[in-house]
């Protein structure tokens, strides 16, 4: 069976990416979306607002939406007739268990994606204004459609940073997009199943720091997204636990648009792996026991072998991938805030 072209895969990776996000459209953030208008980028929005759950509210923010329409205000006619200050909710609040869709987002003005980025921290908007004060929940996942034509037409990296998921769909023509995913009923039955998932072991959370790490991502939160997405896709499968396919699957999604540098030595050993023939394992002399859970070397040595085929010559033609250490170093602080949120 021949692997399927970049495009196929690329379709691929966005439709799995947008069932992930359907699962855990808050956990994991949003979805960055490269591309302008046309068929593969409406046939994912498509695609990915069928997979939400029914009841969940999706709201379009413009990009020079003002302050009182994005965080409320207060509401003047409802204030007059009350005798007192009523306040109105903004949309941020009104997306609150759904999601925000954000089109043109690389035209988004900095403290309007400031104030997008907070509530995605916090879970809620701080409404202080015009004689109110109140908190409103507004837990969302955002979809930023990014149309920009040169690389540095792109919304506010410190927006991009928190969406788990960066797609490129601009390559992507109406031939592209024929294949379909999980449908509504897999991903509803993954999003109940969700929370029963116990934590990742520490041999997960290790290996997806250190494949950060390795592949010159420096950003805390893309590995804690890593995890989210991992726990979304052993959810997806059907899995008690997430293991490395999940980690592996997570990694080439979160972790592999945002790498910067090749792996030291990864064409070398690629190189050497092909030139030296396999030798058998010598024979055991004990019984075969039950089978050990893997460690870290181990999923990462499986993650390495997922991530995108194209990936290193994409960063040669953006300028070439430094070397990274072997063994990534540091990784225990990122690892501690990945247990935290894990």
């Not at 988004?108 to 879970?123: C, S």
């Amino acid at each position: 069976m021949t692997d399927p072209s970049p495009t196929v895969r690329a379709w691929q990776d966005a439709v799995l990416a947008a069932a992930l996000f359907a699962i855990d459209p808050a956990g994991l953030g949003g979805v960055a979306v490269r591309a302008g208008a046309g068929p593969a980028r409406d046939a994912w929005m498509t695609g990915v607002l069928a997979l939400l759950a029914v009841d969940a509210p999706r709201r379009r923010i413009p990009c020079h939406i003002e302050d009182e329409r994005l965080l409320g205000g207060l509401d003047l006619s409802a204030s007059l007739a009350a005798g007192r200050p009523v306040a109105q909710r903004g949309v941020l609040a009104e997306c609150d268990g759904g999601v925000a869709i954000v089109p043109m987002a690389e035209r988004l003005e900095g403290a309007t994606a400031a104030r997008l980025a907070a509530a995605m921290d916090q879970g809620a908007v701080m409404l202080e204004r015009d004689g109110v004060a109140m908190r409103l929940p507004a837990r969302f996942g955002l979809i930023a459609l990014d149309e920009g034509l040169e690389p540095d037409e792109a919304p506010p990296a410190a927006l991009i940073e928190r969406l788990a998921f960066h797609l490129d769909l601009s390559g992507l023509g109406w031939r592209d997009v024929l294949e379909d995913g999980p449908d509504a009923d897999a991903v509803a039955r993954a999003r109940a199943a969700l929370a029963a998932l116990p934590p990742a072991g520490d041999a997960i959370i290790e290996a997806l720091c250190r494949t950060a790490q390795m592949i010159g991502v420096d950003s805390a939160r893309a590995p804690l997204l890593a995890l989210r997405a991992a726990r979304a896709h052993a959810a997806l499968a059907g899995r008690a636990r997430i293991t490395e396919e999940d980690a592996a699957a997570a990694a080439r999604l979160v972790l592999g648009p945002r790498a910067t540098m090749a792996p030291a030595n990864a064409e070398e050993e690629e190189e050497v792996a092909q030139s030296e023939p396999a030798e058998p394992p010598p024979p055991s002399e004990e019984p075969p026991g039950p089978p050990t859970e893997p460690d870290a070397d181990q999923i990462v040595a499986a993650i390495q072998a997922a991530l995108p085929e194209d990936l290193f010559e994409r960063l040669k033609m953006e300028g070439g991938p430094r070397a990274a250490p072997a063994r990534a170093r540091g990784a225990g602080a990122d690892a501690k805030a990945a247990r935290r949120g894990r």
